[in-house]
DNA sequence: GTTCCGCATGAATCGATAG
DNA sequence: ACTATCGATTCATGCGGAA
């Protein structure tokens, strides 16, 4: 395992291919994006997306233990007044390889860039497409169980953590019926829909996507001291994530620059005590969910 | 224009076929899904699904005006552990018959089919495929602008949690009994996400979708005296907002039960004056609001 | 007139059982 | 082995009646 806690400087597909069959548990992922413009990050043409990631995706399908999960954030763009087909082209494609199509799940960007167009309205939604080699795979739902219910979330933001504790107590001794209700009903599980606002404030490198979307599916996906991989990793935000989370993590940029940010982020991180509560929070549509 | 507002009883594929070219301004539909709603329509098999619905698909773009849009309310359902494919498969065969797939809207359904499964949550999303036939199409974004700012939360003081937020999750999609409340406030533009709740416990009709979400879609699109297809229209959902919103309506349904009741239904609904406020109209006291 | 509370009701999916 | 049916699971919502 001398492979693992690293950010690496290279192009996946190279590095991937020195690596031993079905290691990773979890591969979370947000590739550059298609774009018309060669200059910029990545540059790949939309015509030439799925060839160009279909063979790095081979290499995710051999890396991954069969228990694993690949979870691939991608939206496509605009080109021509269309939607552009590579994203369910590259489905299609990535199914022959073998892989299986599990779920798509809804990424709501709350607060989605700004514009104005003749024809279209800000693209506010990112498609969080699951695939996996088997049809079981690892998945611990009850770690990103979410308070219950819109009314319940609004009620429960508003007390601290003893004030809830204290309500629960005044149940047990036939004070505070109106809790009542929540006893034994205070968690459910989440829906394929996560509301989470994007990163506004990001200097010179901007992250794709806030830290707590790559937290919430390595909650889901894995357990401490299983190895996430992101083979785009760009200035870090899943590196840092697992690690905070207690686990190995993997992450390859080919970009120098980001290569370097990602690895001085990483550094400064300090995995969160297991037993400490944790102090993320997952933006649902109009409140603040606490999750764990 | 002597099939305009009727509900028809017959197989939509059929009846269009004696239908004018470039006559409707407005498809907006919702399919029977692939295995649902087994005991009228038959219940097409996954597989069987895009060869069904392609005919269709054929005489729709040919009835719809070159400046018209095609709103296709779908999604796919999970065969053997994986989403099945047949709705991006039918994206790239509409393509191939002329369509353009101009965007995709997310319906967020709040409340969506409860359950619990090892290895997946609700399913909590539907997809609002839009089709055009033309790069230019009508388009009126202002009609749909929502409300921003605090005034929810002035409004909302009255009332218990539980409505209160149960009310917010309606002013997110812009939508909600009280819009008139909405004069005096600025809008700004949507996204392409819609948040709304499917109405399964409103006793008289279960319909698929809330009158909401075609409305939605017809204030945007169409204008008032335009026509508008429902060519699944089932319990008539459609057809009344169109009503409605003083438009001219047609609906198809194959049912014959479903037949009655849309016609039933959409005999008693009254148009709304138009010179009536708006669910959107602005009228702020000093100053001009954001219309566009 | 309000606010609160109980209850029926879904475009679902999985796994087991039966033919 | 492959298909058809059935039970268990689960929760946001609107409605109606009670406080």
Not at 49 to 70: C, H, I, M, N, S
Not at 134 to 146: A, D, G, L, T
Request: with cysteine; proline share 5%; hydrophobic share 35%.
């Amino acid at each position: 395992m001398d492979f693992v806690d690293k950010i690496i400087h290279g192009d996946c597909e190279d590095v991937l291919k020195n690596w031993p069959d079905n290691s990773i548990d979890l591969i979370f992922t947000s590739p550059p994006y298609a774009d018309q413009r060669k200059k910029t990050y990545g540059g790949i043409r939309p015509d030439e997306y799925v060839d160009w990631f279909l063979p790095k995706a081979e290499q995710f399908l051999r890396v991954l233990k069969p228990t694993g999960t690949f979870v691939l954030n991608v939206k496509e763009r605009v080109v021509n007044g269309e939607r552009h087909t590579y994203v369910i082209d590259l489905i299609l494609k990535m199914r022959e390889q073998g892989w299986l199509w599990t779920e798509e799940f809804m990424w709501h960007k709350k607060n989605s860039y700004p514009g104005k167009w003749p024809n279209r309205f800000r693209d506010s939604w990112e498609r969080l497409l699951q695939f996996n080699k088997r049809k079981k795979f690892n998945m611990y739902q009850e770690e990103v169980m979410v308070p219950v219910g819109d009314w319940a979330k609004t009620r429960l933001n508003n007390l601290s953590e003893t004030d809830k504790s204290r309500d629960e107590s005044k149940v047990d001794s036939g004070f505070g019926k109106n809790v009542s209700n929540w006893v034994g009903r205070d968690k459910v599980y989440p829906t394929n829909v996560i509301h989470m606002a994007t990163e506004c404030a990001n200097r010179n490198h901007s992250a794709a996507f806030p830290e707590s979307l790559p937290e919430w599916f390595i909650r889901l996906f894995t357990q401490p001291n299983d190895i996430i991989l992101d083979p785009f990793v760009g200035s870090g935000t899943t590196a840092v994530a697992a690690k905070q989370l207690g686990r190995n993590y993997v992450g390859i940029d080919i970009d120098e620059s980001y290569y370097e940010i990602a690895q001085q982020r990483v550094l400064q991180i300090q995995p969160r005590l297991l037993d400490e509560p944790a102090t993320y929070k997952v933006e649902t549509k109009n409140e603040t969910a606490i999750l764990g």
